[in-house]
């Protein structure tokens, strides 16, 4: 069975930064697609970075450009977000998942518990 474990998350105050780590058990994410999604309350789950199998390829959402930055290590199984400028808007609980291709922004598993991400003005 997949899990997705997120961690990382935490209170921090505007300008700040988080790293949070995404780490896979149950399937290995070499040769996948992996993205980090977020949900703030009252909201839809929105899409915030993905990254291709190799890794020379990523995208981002436009609200976080230039300030997230996602990375993997296959060889540790695990995906990463770097979380720069954070502003009040970043709050949300950030999940991880594999996605369907690189085009795509849908899920191939099921969520994880994800991580909360709280940030104070």
């Known amino acids: 069975q997949v899990q997705l474990i997120e961690s990382g998350g935490g209170l921090v105050q505007a300008g700040g930064s988080l790293r949070l780590s995404c780490a896979a058990s149950g399937m290995t994410i070499r040769g996948s697609t992996m993205g980090w999604f977020r949900q703030a309350p009252g909201k839809e789950r929105e899409f915030v970075a993905g990254?291709?199998?190799?890794?020379?390829?990523?995208r981002y959402g436009a609200s976080v450009k230039g300030r997230f930055t996602i990375s993997r290590d296959n060889t540790e199984n695990t995906v990463y977000l770097q979380m720069n400028s954070l502003t009040p808007e970043d709050t949300a609980v950030y999940y991880c998942?594999?996605?369907?291709?690189?085009?795509?922004?849908?899920?191939?598993?099921?969520w994880g518990q994800g991580t909360q991400v709280t940030v104070s003005s």
């Open positions: 990254i291709s199998a190799s890794g020379a390829n990523t």
């Open positions: 998942n594999a996605l369907l291709n690189w085009v795509s922004t849908q899920e191939r598993h099921n």
